[in-house]
C-alpha cells in the first residue's frame, strides 16, 4: 500500500516562533504533494500544491512568505509555518499523489495522519 | 465556478442502511472520490469512480452518474465506527482535486 507519514503528530510552540513539518511518501514516489489546513468541525482547506523541485502554487488568501513549502525530492515536502500566531492553531494535512505510471491505481490522494499546532 | 454539494449532516440507525448524495459543477471530470474522515484525524481513501456504475466494496457501494453530475455513497449494515464525515471530491480538468465541505454521518444505537 501506499503510505504517506508526517512529523510532528502534535506540536505546541509559543507565538512567534517557526514551526516545521515534515511530510514523506514511505513507499512510493509523489510528484505532487498537497497541504491542507482543518480548522473544528470544518472541511480541509487546500493551501497549496507542491510539485518537486519547482515552487509550491498557493491557494487565494494563503500568505506564501508565512507558509514555506519545500519539495525538494520525491519523498519529502516540508511546510513552515513561519512566525506562527494563535488564530494559526490548527489541524495541518498533508497528502501526496505518485507519479503517473507508479502502480498505485486510480491516482487517489494518499493522506499523513496531520499535525495539530498549537500556538500559545 | 466549480462546486460540490453533498449534505451537511445525517443521521442513520445502527444496521441499517444509508445514502449520501453529491451533486457536482466541475470544469472537466477527471474522477470522482470518496473518502472517510473520524474526528481529529486525517481522511482516508474509501471509493473511486470514473464510470458510470455502482463500484462495490464490502459494505459499502458508490454511483456515478456522469451526465448527472451525481454520485452517491451507500453504506450498509451501519455499525458505531462509521460515525464520521465523509468527503466527495472530483478530479477536474486539471486534475485538480475539488473538494464538497463533507456529511457528518451520525449513527444511533
Known amino acids: 500500500g501506499a503510505v504517506v507519514s508526517q512529523h510532528p503528530s502534535r506540536v505546541i510552540c509559543k507565538s512567534g516562533t517557526s514551526v516545521k513539518i515534515e511530510c514523506r511518501s514511505l513507499?512510493?514516489?509523489?510528484?505532487?504533494m498537497f497541504w491542507y489546513r482543518q480548522f473544528p468541525k470544518q472541511s480541509l482547506m487546500l493551501m497549496a500544491t507542491?510539485?518537486?523541485?519547482?515552487?509550491?502554487?498557493?491557494e487565494q488568501g494563503v500568505e506564501k512568505d508565512k507558509f514555506l513549502i519545500n519539495h525538494a525530492s520525491l519523498t519529502l515536502s516540508t511546510l513552515t509555518v513561519t512566525s506562527a500566531h494563535p488564530e494559526d492553531s490548527s489541524f495541518y494535512i498533508c497528502s501526496a499523489e505518485p507519479g503517473r505510471g507508479q502502480a498505485l491505481g486510480s491516482y487517489e490522494q494518499y493522506f499523513g495522519p496531520g499535525t495539530r499546532l498549537t500556538v500559545t | 465556478g466549480q462546486n460540490i454539494d453533498q449534505p451537511t449532516e445525517m443521521t442513520a440507525t445502527e444496521g441499517a442502511i444509508v445514502q449520501i448524495n453529491c451533486t457536482y459543477q466541475t470544469s472537466g471530470f477527471n474522477g470522482l472520490f470518496w473518502y472517510q474522515q473520524h474526528a481529529g484525524e486525517a481522511p482516508t481513501f474509501l471509493s473511486y469512480n470514473v464510470l458510470d456504475g455502482l463500484e462495490e466494496k464490502g459494505r459499502f457501494s458508490s454511483f456515478l452518474s456522469r451526465s448527472k453530475g451525481y454520485s452517491y455513497l451507500l453504506l450498509k449494515e451501519l455499525q458505531m465506527k462509521d460515525s464520521a464525515s465523509y468527503l466527495c471530491?472530483?478530479?477536474?480538468?486539471?486534475?485538480?482535486?475539488?473538494w464538497g465541505a463533507g456529511t457528518k454521518l451520525i449513527i444511533k444505537p
Open positions: 507542491s510539485n518537486e523541485g519547482s515552487k509550491a502554487t498557493y
Open positions: 513507499d512510493f514516489q509523489a510528484t505532487t
Open positions: 471530491a472530483v478530479k477536474d480538468s486539471n486534475y485538480q482535486l475539488i
